[in-house]
């Protein structure tokens, strides 16, 4: 993706990753471009959950620079590995929570970017980095809730083991007229104590076997930290605080001055410490998800003891909802998921937006490709004549005979992982999702996923997370194979 919101997107590889953003291709961004006072608090201050940004000024003109290094994209870590429950739900909790603590730094909570392609994530889903735009005025851009609702959408898509009880109360929560990022906040917190409660009434009504070693997700909460120039400030206070203390026990010195001198002067330094890390008028805590590793017990289930649990623990949660079984999980969706993709259709409608169409379960799922074809037969109806069909293809040379690969997908991802990817690779120098097809219009370009070894094109190495458009009889490397781009009528 070259483009967000009509601003420029380029990558840089020279002094580590980074994600370049300009006003166009050939121009960079005014300084009346900016929001003066985000500028400002962005440049001073390390906020969470932000992605790092430094800003580049040349004749006049200013790039954004936002570092990437140690940073993956969500959507291809999602599709890689399918995320638990637990995972979707802190994924959704610090998103909300980095939307919320923005008032704190001056920023704007609508200025944030919700979409897969420009979220990170570091070790863990706990671990979320958005990208922030400091701009006064961004074009095409829906509201932040919009956004947010339809990430949530597309996400679940992604999610392992999610029940009908539990998606129905998100989609009916998020279509409520009364939406707020606070409501959200407490719902997603009360799903997930609830399914880690389940859990552990789960393990507690298992047979043990033998030790081994899991990892938790624990919450910690923690203000965010202070700027510079508040911590001068405090200190400031402190050293005069202290020094009017023991000035006062110079004027009278004596046991009991000297025993009140230095209560009064741990007293300082409490306060001090505690406006730096526990409680500051005005702000609240920041709400952060860690992971704890922990041994317990290997268990084998009692069957009859855990369907109890699930019954008892789902009619808590949503006493006129029945809980489904997972098999039939995709039918029991069905009706509903199409109802919010024909009022979300109807939505991007009004707002003059293209939003593609997201589905939960397989059945559900309607490929870019076929939209492609209704436009297509359209516009063979319009004009009466016979629109020529492209076809793309990938060759590579094997010991055996050459394969042939057809690319049909708008997105086609291939990598040595088994689950994520449409083409396993097995090849030495292979990452486990290493590259993305990505359909233009009649031909392709390609996307380098972040791989250890990198891709090459024309012998020539491209930059990560860039899209580059492949012409006919390109060729292509990745680890040691060597496809051939070709593109036929």
Known sequence: MNELYNFHVDYDQANGLYMKLRKSKDKGFDNHDFENLQLKMIQSNTIPRLIPMSFEEINGESTIFYRLEGLRQLRPISKEKPLTMQEYYALFINIVQALQDSSNYMLSDQQYVLNEDFIYIGNGYHQVYLTYLPMNKIKNKSSIYEELKKLILNMASEVQGLKGVQFKMILSYIKDPGFSLQGLKQLLSQLQNTQQQTMQEETENTVPEQDEQTTIIKKVKKLP??????????????????????????????????????????????????????WRPGVEPIITEKEAAIKKKQSRSKQTVKSETKMEKLQQIDKDSEPTEEQVFHQHNQEIINQALAQQSESASALHMNSSPIAISAEANISSNQRDQTMLLDEEEMTGGKLPVVKNYIIVEREDEDERVELQKDNYIIGRADKGTDYVEKTIGVSRLHVEFIKLADTYGIKDLGSKNGTFINDEKIIPYKIHELKNEDKIQIGKIIYMYRVSQ
């Open 225 to 278: 930290p202070l700027p510079r120039k508040m911590k001068t400030y405090s200190l400031l206070f402190g050293a005069l605080a202290l020094a009017i203390v023991w000035k006062l026990y110079d004027s009278s010195p004596n046991s009991i001055m000297l025993g009140v001198s230095s209560v009064l002067s741990v007293l300082v330094i409490v306060a001090v410490y505690v406006y730096w890390k526990v």
